[in-house]
């Protein structure tokens, strides 16, 4: 039998964006309409329409939009102003803020869950000039001590 649920999730509205499996790309995305990704995302990706993260993406950074469908990897914040849908095959290694939340037996979230939770107030805003130090090894070696000494829980 043909789950006609699973295929018409997945279906993506005429003119919106796709990132295929072979495209990786370094920033964030912002769309006024849907999208699928396939490939990798190293950014935030915002879109005020509904979202599909496929079985092959990844997404390494905060992702914000009307409707969610997870069924790859997204490693940061979820903000959802309605619906979310995390399949069996997805890790979310974060926080998931959404008004509906659909979470399959299988799924992997390893942050809080809330119910209509806003982004932060500064995600609206420009990005903020980030500035790199670079350590010496010294400084480098005292400061991966100082990482493993930290707690790893999610909770």
């Known amino acids: 039998m043909i789950d006609f649920r699973h295929i018409f999730r997945n279906i993506i509205v005429p003119g919106a964006f796709r990132i295929p499996k072979t495209v990786s790309v370094n920033g964030s995305i912002e769309a006024s309409v849907s999208g699928r990704i396939d490939g990798t995302v190293k950014g935030d990706v915002k879109t005020t329409g509904k ?3 496929s079985q092959t993406a990844m997404v390494r950074g905060h992702v914000y ?3 969610l ?3 790859g990897k997204v ?3 979820v903000y959802i102003s309605n619906k979310a849908h995390i399949s069996n095959k997805a890790l979310v290694k974060g926080d998931v803020n959404a008004m509906t939340l659909e979470i399959e037996e299988g799924a992997v979230v390893g942050g809080a869950i809330r119910k209509n ?3 932060p107030a500064n995600s609206a805003a420009e990005p903020e000039e980030t500035v790199t130090k670079v350590a010496t090894p010294a400084e480098s070696a005292a400061g991966d001590l100082n990482a493993e000494e930290q707690s790893n829980s999610w909770f």
């Open 51 to 53: 979202l599909v993260i």
């Open 65 to 67: 939009a009307t409707d």
């Open 69 to 71: 469908v997870v069924q």
């Open 75 to 77: 490693y940061g914040d």
């Open 117 to 119: 939770v806003l982004p």
